[in-house]
């Protein structure tokens, strides 16, 4: 418990956000609670976490989560720690929610992306084909956004190009995407700005400047790759070149950092293996 690397959680607070202003002061040691001198209100060591209000311990929590993404049976953390499957489930979706609720304010800001690549992955579960789409920004190697639904349409690809506008500036932009066809109207639609001239009804959209899509189109053979085609989409070559060779120096348009990245998921969460005995049961999950 180290007062001096959170912040206040109380929303009405002057010092709201400030960590390591020295506002937060350990308060009682044994109930695990802080002090802020700006607004002179107590809280919980773990409010605002994915430990917060919980009785058993942090470190017996975050062990369950971690077996479970692992793909340890639900199951065998009820026999070995006597929790009710219930209990152990509820864990798993706080944790989700955490994730998430911690992505959302750290990433989805404004910034100058320079180049995004951007594909979906299909992902089985019991019962049915589960489609994940993921961005993103390749010379940080961030990881922007990411969308799930069960079909691969035009709504999966809107809503991830949606969450990749809201992490980008007005700056020229490189999307690097698969050879599905919706990405390039989700892109043109997406990435656009109402021209307000004050007369009644729906202004006009302006589309971003500078805003660059190419595309690789790959054509394989018994589950070997053959051929792989290079499209711009919209944008110049030069711009385009322009744009690549910022983010990611020599080479040629590719997606091969997002698709490392799908990789490292595939290997990392037991959920989302190609075959195994862990698949994911729902959409949530």
Known sequence: MDPTTVCCPNLTCPARGQAGEGHVRLHSRKDQRLLCTACHKTCAATKGTAFSRLRTAAE???????WLAQ???????????????????????RAGRQGQAVQEPLVEHPRDLGQVQAEAIR????GGIVWMALAMMVSTRLWLAGEVSEHRDLPLIRGLIARVRACALHRPILCCTEGLCSSSRAMRETCRDPVRTGAQGRPRLRPWRNSCIAQVVKRDEQRRVVDVERRIMDGTSARVETLRRRSHGAGVITTAAIERLHATFRERLASLTRRGRALARCTLT
């Open 123 to 126: 992902l089985k579960k019991q």
């Open 60 to 66: 017996t929590v975050s062990l369950i989560v971690t």
């Open 71 to 93: 793909g340890c049976p639900l199951q065998a953390m009820v026999a070995a720690f006597g929790c009710d499957e219930r209990t152990v489930a509820a864990w798993w979706r």
